[in-house]
């Protein structure tokens, strides 16, 4: 299996290094940025296969927007990381559709745990299956395995 991509858009460096160590030592190859426009940019030239995102991006574009951007270059999972958790910032999230929201600072189990259900629910959601239904068999099956293991 390839490796997957994970873009982190995180404008403090100390939380963007500590990300990225969490996921490289689980095998992704992470990437950080610092504002909306670099990962708008990083996007486009080598397109994630995931996208962590920061709601309050201390540059001119938020991640809300940002998210919306980098969706309508490719379709991929988003998931915001916020150390804010009021309402109206969550309304405003919603309408970008993201497929998991973090609160920081966020527990490494946490993290893999969502990030692993939105590749994988992606995933699923991609199924054809006339085309791959071995793929989409597979997905299920970790996805049920994910769902059983929360349970203990």
């Known amino acids: 299996m390839a490796q997957k991509k994970i873009l ?3 404008d403090d460096g100390i939380t963007a290094a500590r990300i990225t160590d969490v996921l490289s030592e689980r095998g992704y190859a992470a990437t950080s940025v610092g504002s909306g426009e670099e990962a708008l940019a990083a996007a486009a030239a080598a397109p994630p296969d995931l996208t962590l995102m920061d709601v309050h991006l201390s540059r001119e574009m ?3 927007t940002t998210a919306e951007r980098i969706r309508a270059i490719r379709d ?3 998931i915001f990381l916020t150390a804010y958790s009021d309402d109206a910032l969550l309304q405003r999230a919603k309408t970008a559709a993201p497929d998991g929201y973090l609160i ?6 946490e993290l893999l745990a ?3 259900m939105a590749l994988y629910r ?3 959601a991609q199924c054809r299956p006339e085309k791959n239904i071995r793929a989409c068999m597979r997905a299920k099956k970790i996805i049920r395995q994910i769902r059983d ?3 203990h």
């Open 8 to 10: 982190i858009v995180e």
């Open 62 to 64: 938020d991640g809300v």
């Open 76 to 78: 991929m999972p988003i």
């Open 104 to 109: 920081k600072p966020v527990r490494a189990r």
């Open 114 to 116: 969502t990030l692993e």
């Open 122 to 124: 992606h995933e699923t």
């Open 149 to 151: 293991c929360w349970k």
